[in-house]
């Protein structure tokens, strides 16, 4: 069975860290695009960054300078590194993959809560 699990969330003071995992299980994680998005109460969900299958990785310019996607392909998980959280940063983070060249995300994480402050 494919799935995806996404933990580390939890309650930070802003200017504060967290890292986001993504584990795999039934699909090799260096064979697809993963992306982590973010959803916030009454936003649309908000692509946050990427990393593709030769280690390129992007970022929304929100995050851009604060946050830092990884791959251990020894275990099959992908990270987000978080630091400088802002209160803004609060949301449901996830955790999808996709082949390229496909654009559509096929597999999704539950989500795992963020949430930024004092």
Excluded: H
């Amino acid at each position: 069975q494919l799935q995806l699990v996404e933990s580390g969330g939890g309650l930070v003071q802003p200017g504060g860290s967290l890292r986001l995992s993504c584990a795999a299980s039934g699909l090799t994680l260096n064979s697809y695009v993963i992306g982590w998005f973010r959803q916030a109460p009454g936003k649309e969900r908000e692509a946050v960054s990427c990393i593709t299958t030769d280690g390129t990785s992007y970022y929304g310019d929100s995050v851009k300078g604060r946050f830092t996607i990884s791959r251990d392909n020894a275990k099959n998980t992908v990270y987000l590194q978080m630091d400088s959280l802002k209160p803004e940063d609060t949301a449901v983070y996830y955790c999808a993959a996709r082949l390229a060249p496909l654009l559509e995300y096929a597999y999704w994480g539950q989500g795992t809560q963020v949430t930024v402050s004092l």
